[in-house]
């Protein structure tokens, strides 16, 4: 059976909702779409490091529409694993876990991977929106999920 891992945030966990949010809560207006297309997500919310080391960030992070079901299936058909470069922000270790447990109870603990860089990922299929991760990917079959900092 093949081995997939699956990039969380971005391709899981919708987290430019989090910083559309954020970022309207504190400049009092809520930006387009269209301001941040292709930009590194660092240039398009300048407080994103402020953003993601906030409490609840990632816990309350609202799911990217029909993920779940896609992801279900692709358990059933492939050795499957939930991959995150999350030792950067320390908090969002318990986040994460609990907002994978409420929102895919069918991935056990030992389909959940948090790492440093994803480098060490031994898999054949890796899907993730960053063009960094899938460049360093050894495996056979990188797939760029579309997000807003990698269209332009």
């Not at 969380?8 to 430019?16: E, H, K, N, Q, T």
């Not at 207006?29 to 960030?57: C, L, S, W």
């Not at 440093?116 to 990917?137: C, P, T, V």
Request: one cysteine or more; proline letters at 5%.
């Amino acid at each position: 059976m093949k081995r997939i891992a699956i990039d969380m945030d971005g391709v899981l966990a919708d987290v430019y909702h989090q910083f559309f949010k954020m970022d309207e809560a504190e400049f009092g207006q809520r930006r387009k779409m269209e301001e941040i297309a292709g930009k590194p997500e660092r240039e398009g919310f300048p407080h994103m490091m402020q953003y993601v080391n906030t409490r609840d960030f990632f816990r309350t992070a609202p799911l990217i529409a029909g993920c779940v079901p896609v992801v279900k299936e692709i358990n059933l058909k492939y050795d499957l694993y939930i991959v995150s470069a999350a030792m950067e922000f320390p908090l969002s270790l318990p986040e994460k876990l609990e907002w994978l447990a409420e929102h895919f109870p069918f991935i056990t603990w030992q389909q959940i991977v948090f790492c440093g860089s994803k480098q060490i990922i031994n898999a054949d299929i890796m899907i993730d929106d960053h063009f960094r991760n899938l460049d360093s990917f050894a495996g056979s079959t990188s797939m760029l999920f579309t997000q807003r900092h990698n269209i332009g």
